[in-house]
Nanobody, 124 residues
């Protein structure tokens, strides 16, 4: 079992920045590839970014490429999502997830463990 807890969400103006954190406990964090997903009201869950177990590979949704950066610190069992140039359409609940699928996946069905999510609201 892996327990994931997100933090760092909040209300920010368009153009602003936030850093989300996802702290893991339980099984060895460095075994897992990690992903961030988001879900806006009335919409399906959407892939945002992923990072491989050692941080050597990252992949982003086109909608956030160049604005968001995913990183991890295995010594702290934490994955981060740095969000810059935020837009109102980035408003959603952001969740982190863990998978053992090689190099990760943009499919939420590939992930075994999920956090409870943190709300990000971007005002115009």
């Amino acid at each position: 079992q892996v327990q994931l807890v997100e933090s760092g969400g909040g209300l920010v103006q368009a153009g602003g920045s936030l850093r989300l954190s996802c702290a893991a406990s339980g099984r060895t964090f460095s075994r897992y590839n990690m992903g961030w997903f988001r879900q806006a009201p009335g919409k399906e869950r959407e892939f945002v970014a992923l990072i491989s177990w050692n941080g050597g590979y990252t992949y982003y949704a086109d909608s956030v490429k160049g604005r968001f950066t995913i990183s991890r610190d295995n010594a702290k069992s934490t994955v981060y999502l740095h969000m810059n140039s935020l837009k109102p359409e980035d408003t959603a609940v952001y969740s982190c997830a863990a998978t053992t699928v090689v190099a990760g996946s943009d499919d939420p069905m590939a992930y075994d463990y999920w956090g409870q999510g943190t709300q990000v609201t971007v005002s115009s």
